[in-house]
């Protein structure tokens, strides 16, 4: 079904104590307001933080997310954490395919199938980040519309339809991420309606209408409404604006 959600991916910030606090905020902040059926909160802590999160929060008002999980089921994968021990500390979701996993730990499109097949086969819904770079951007629309075509094509668009709509797409452009430069909400809709209409030519009007697509980068308190308000933009992934409960409720709070 297709929704809005704004979900918070705290990266690698907070302490525990601070992460349980902000959850705890958060949660709190969801119960007041009593969101409509359709309308979710994500948050993503640090693995170190999940199971302390999961008991802080209310399940049925906020969704827990984890920001990776393994290519691999188990077994001797040093550092790794598989999708179903997220699965088994009550984590709901997964974000897979962030540009800084995909830049910093050189994840490709053949990693991230296997990750992808791993969460949903455990149950967790995906949030499956795209988007083109700086460089890719400015080498124009044909190249950058491209460029994220083929970062479904090789990976989501060879699931089935079934499989498909537990993926949840966040347009990221990287050069938007962390640097306060954001897409404007014309940009923004211009690559969603691309992505929704990709998603259409490989799956059918139905199962893209249902996909929710979401918009991350630099997205904040004071840019959101009109980014959200665009037609095919489903919410965000908020990375900085996510670690203070209060820009985070205006957030949530802005469509
Ligand atoms: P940002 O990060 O909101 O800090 O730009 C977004 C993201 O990386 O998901």
Not at 18 to 25: I, W
Request: neutral net charge; charged residues 25%; contains cysteine.
């Amino acid at each position: 079904m297709r929704k809005l959600i704004v979900a918070g991916n705290w990266k690698m910030n907070t302490s525990v104590a601070d992460g349980v606090e902000l959850a705890k905020k958060i949660s709190a902040y969801a119960e007041q307001k009593n969101l409509p059926a359709g309308k979710e909160i994500v948050i993503a802590p640090p693995f170190t933080h999940l199971a302390s999160v999961a008991a802080a929060i209310n399940p049925n008002k906020v969704i827990l997310a984890a920001q990776d999980c393994a290519a691999t089921t188990n077994g001797a994968y040093t550092g790794e954490v598989s999708a179903s021990m997220l699965k088994g500390i009550g984590v709901k979701a997964v974000i897979l395919g962030h540009s800084e996993r995909r830049q910093y730990f050189k994840e490709n499109s053949e990693i991230l199938l296997k990750k992808i097949k791993l969460a949903l086969a455990e149950g967790l819904d995906v949030i499956f980040c795209i988007g083109e770079t700086k460089e890719q951007r400015e080498a124009g629309a044909n190249l950058y519309n491209n460029v994220i075509k083929a970062q479904l094509v090789d990976t989501v668009f060879t699931l089935t339809a079934d499989e498909f709509k537990k993926i949840i797409i966040a347009y990221e452009p990287v050069w938007a991420i962390g640097t306060g430069l954001t897409a404007t909400p014309e940009q923004a809709q211009e690559i969603h309606e691309m992505i929704r209409k990709a998603i259409a030519d490989n799956f059918g009007k139905a199962v893209a209408d249902d996909t929710t697509i979401l918009y991350g980068g630099s997205c904040k308190a004071s840019n959101a409404a009109e980014i959200f308000a665009k037609k095919d933009v489903d919410g965000g992934l908020i990375g900085g604006a996510s670690l203070k409960a209060d820009d985070f409720g205006k957030i949530i709070d802005a469509r």
